[in-house]
């Protein structure tokens, strides 16, 4: 049962353009949404997450919109890097519960520079 | 200040075999969550230990079983191998009540059974 929904599945971009990741959940017990990264060889490292309670989150060049009515939400990288290219994983946890993540099915992002 | 820790890297089984995987928790932490990563796919929820007991448990056959040490550093056991256990093998240790960002993943054993 897929519960988190991510796509798209692959994206390239050039230097300086912004990738959007969309997801969406269907289990409306979540309420902690961290974004993960991950590059080859390595595990999932968190990269920024969100609670239901706002709309956006900013952490550098990484943002995170929530919609929660529509049970969605995206990760848009500004300004984006060579650097940034890796795998990213959108997720959902019920907080407070006993920390079981439930990932997206990942976004391999290449930039191109 | 050393992160998760996971032994070994890589392993080559055979179909059939049994496997055991070991990960050493961050320091400080005193749970611990195992992910099943296919090639290609998200992490899946295997089970999470905490004071040495499994405390909640995806939706894998009990041919996975793990174990958790009173130093908090945690075992996978795999049994009967099969082609589709192959897959990148991923420890997370956490602290309850310190909140999400605390929980930090290894690098993970990569498994692979022929």
């Known amino acids: 049962q897929q519960q988190v929904k991510q796509s798209p599945q692959s994206l390239i971009v050039q230097k300086g353009g912004i990738p959007i990741i969309n997801c969406a959940y269907e289990n409306t017990a979540f309420d902690y949404f961290p974004w993960y990264q991950q590059f080859p060889g390595k595990g999932p490292a968190l990269l920024i997450a969100?609670?239901?309670?706002?709309s956006e989150k900013k952490e550098g060049r990484f943002t995170i919109s929530f919609n929660k009515s529509a049970k969605q939400f995206s990760l848009h990288i500004m300004d984006s890097q060579p650097g940034d290219s890796a795998t990213y994983f959108c997720a959902a946890r019920v907080e407070g519960g006993y920390q079981k993540v439930t990932f997206g099915t990942g976004t391999k992002l290449q930039v191109i520079p | 200040d050393a992160g998760v820790t996971q032994s070994p890297t890589h392993l080559i089984k055979t179909r059939g075999q049994q496997v055991t995987l070991r990960c050493s928790p961050k320091s400080g932490h005193d749970t611990v969550s195992w992910y099943q990563q296919a090639l290609g796919q998200g992490p899946q929820f295997i089970f999470q230990?905490?004071?040495?007991?499994?405390?909640q448990r995806g939706n894998f056959p009990d041919r996975f079983s793990g174990h958790q040490f009173p130093n908090y550093s945690s075992e996978l056991n795999v049994n009967a191998l099969l082609l589709g256990d192959s897959a990148l093998y991923l420890c997370?240790?956490?602290?309850?009540?310190?909140?999400?960002?605390?929980?930090?993943f290894g690098s993970g054993t990569r498994l692979t059974v022929v």
């Open positions: 230990y905490y004071e040495e007991e499994e405390r």
């Open positions: 969100i609670r239901p309670d706002v």
């Open positions: 997370a240790s956490s602290l309850p009540g310190q909140g999400n960002d605390g929980y930090t």
